[in-house]
């Protein structure tokens, strides 16, 4: 059983700045290990990839772990709510036509954090494509394919 979802809570103070970059993170629904397939993970690839080549962001690194993903970028147009709309929306009719499916992809909401001009953006870029090892997935970067980032 889930805990009742609490993604309305998310928006509070959402703010969007073009300009600006974000970290964002958004989640697989009920954290289905659905990224473990290479071929959904570069289906979710080629979508951040055409927002970014839309003008919509400039992405500055990302990575797909299995259930979930972290993106940074530079607002460019639209809102932040608007570009993750399209990013779910997008992703999730190219994932299930693969699928052949009707199911939700995405949880309600995302967790999204301004970066500030204090931050260094480049380590948080390190920090985000490292997840993997982190999660102890792989044993170097290198060796995962769902991740990209503007200075690596």
């Excluded at 300009?19 to 009920?30: A, E, F, N």
């Excluded at 993106?71 to 779910?88: A, H």
């Excluded at 954090?113 to 985000?128: F, L, T």
């Excluded at 494509?129 to 503007?150: K, T």
Aim: proline share 4%.
């Amino acid at each position: 059983m889930h805990p009742k979802p609490q993604s309305h809570r998310l928006r509070h103070g959402r703010y969007s700045e073009h300009g600006r970059s974000y970290l964002i993170t958004i989640v697989v629904h009920h954290r289905q290990q659905l990224f473990t397939d290479l071929f959904l993970g570069r289906l979710l690839v080629a979508e951040l990839r055409h927002v970014h080549e839309r003008g919509l962001v400039d992405s500055l690194a990302w990575v797909i772990m299995p259930d979930h993903i972290h993106w940074l970028f530079e607002l460019k147009q639209q809102g932040l709510p608007d570009v993750v709309r399209r990013i779910k929306s997008c992703s999730t009719l190219t994932i299930n036509r693969r699928r052949q499916s009707k199911e939700r992809v995405w949880q309600p909401g995302y967790h999204d954090r301004a970066v500030r001009i204090e931050d260094d953006i480049r380590k948080m870029a390190r920090y985000i494509v490292a997840n993997p090892l982190r999660a102890g997935l792989v044993e170097r970067v290198e060796d995962y394919s769902l991740w990209d980032a503007a200075w690596m």
